[in-house]
Each structure stands twice: as structure tokens, then as C-alpha cells.
């Protein structure tokens, strides 16, 4: 099972240009911080709110459905998928304490972690890609969490904030990539998410979810281009 709050994701039918034949790229590892901090406007409070009650809503719906198919007496009694039923369980229940800390700003990095699992560990080999709580980002702090956790890269984000244009809310966001080999930021955009829903992996159905959404899909799209171009096999002929 994915990693928590991309349930939705998981139900999407999804295909797209960015699937790679197998050993597309040489393996990596990669760390997405959660963000400590978003600034909304008042007008989106509702809206931002009704979002964290549903992605609740969606993590217990997941935990009964996965109780109901373990303590059903008439299915057929598939070893391999109890096994795997349990364990998801066992995840998803480790997580009750983070899901009831869960703010909108969290689905930027749990957003992003599924759509960089998609992108690049539809085939092997595969690359390690975690979300980690908020902490300090400076320099110093960025080189020691490289080292500690052998993370190639690093993804956080910064500056999240609401404003309008023409008429209407869009996210804005900062995206910063460091990387391990360079031990320096290689990445630092600015980037906005507006109300549209894109369909298939990008598809939304209100104001505060369709912002974040799509400020996942310009975030990972700045990021993917660099990880895609570096992490790239060379083909030999």
C-alpha cells in the first residue's frame, strides 16, 4: 500500500508519457520534508478544513474496508492476501497518531511522494523515496540529514501562501532540491497551483484540495526534470 493520504491517488487510473522502460534510471534515494507552514487566506479556511476532515475520512475508510475483508467468514481464504491485508493494516494503524495531526499543508510532501513512486519505481530498480516530519532546512542541517538518513536528495518546501488572481485563489509555493553530490541546493522555485482539476492523477473536486494538488503537480514537475535528466541510464548502443 502507498504511503498514507493518497488513497484517492491509489484509485485513479493513471497513465502518462513519464513511465520508463525498465532500468530507466540508476536508483536513488529521496527525502520529501513535510512543511511546517501554510498561510491561506480566510476565504479558503472552510474549504482547508473540510479537506483534512476528508482525507481523515478516507484513512478510517481504508482501515475498516482492510478489517472487514480480514474478518469476513465467507471469502475465500487467500493466504498471500491476508498476509498482505495485515500488514497494510499494521501500517495504517501506525499512523492513527499522525493522521489526526494531519494539516493541508502535509499533502504537499505526501502528495509528492506518490507521484515520484509512480514517475520513477514502475519498473526496476527501485529508488527510495520517504517523507520525513518539518525540521530545519539551513545548509548545516540539510548536509547532516544527507548523510544520516544516505539520501541522495532532498526535497522541501517553503513560503506557502494564498493569493488572487484575477479573481480567483492560487497557491504559491517554493520548492528547494538538495542534492548530496553537489552538497548544495541545485533547486529553488517558486511555483503556483490554481483551481483547475487535470484529471487522472491530477484530478481535484474543491478549491483548497485543487490548489494543493496542483501545486504538487508544478513542484514535482520542476523537480522530476532534474531528477529524470540525472538519474537517467545511458543507453549503449
Known sequence: ??????TVFLLISITTAAQQGKGAFIPFKLVIIKADTAILDSSLYNGRDSMVAAQQKLYYQAVNNLEEQLNCTDCPKDTSMIAEHKKQLAYLRSK???ITHFKCQHLLSSYSMAVYQF???ENKPISTIVELPAQKT???????????????YIVFFSNIHSVTKKGAPVLK??????????????????TEGDTGS???MWICSDTVSCLFINGVKSSTDEVSAILFKRQARKRTS
Do not use: H, W
Request: net charge neutral.
Open 119 to 121: 514517475y520513477f519505481n
Open 138 to 152: 539551513d545548509a548545516a542541517s540539510l548536509a547532516q540529514l544527507a548523510d544520516t538518513s544516505k539520501a541522495d
Open 1 to 6: 500500500m502507498s504511503k498514507l493520504f493518497t
Open 198 to 200: 487535470r484529471g487522472e
Open 173 to 190: 509555493l517554493t520548492t528547494s532540491l538538495y542534492s548530496r553530490k553537489d552538497k548544495k541546493i541545485i533547486l529553488n522555485k517558486e
Open 96 to 98: 492513527e497518531t499522525e
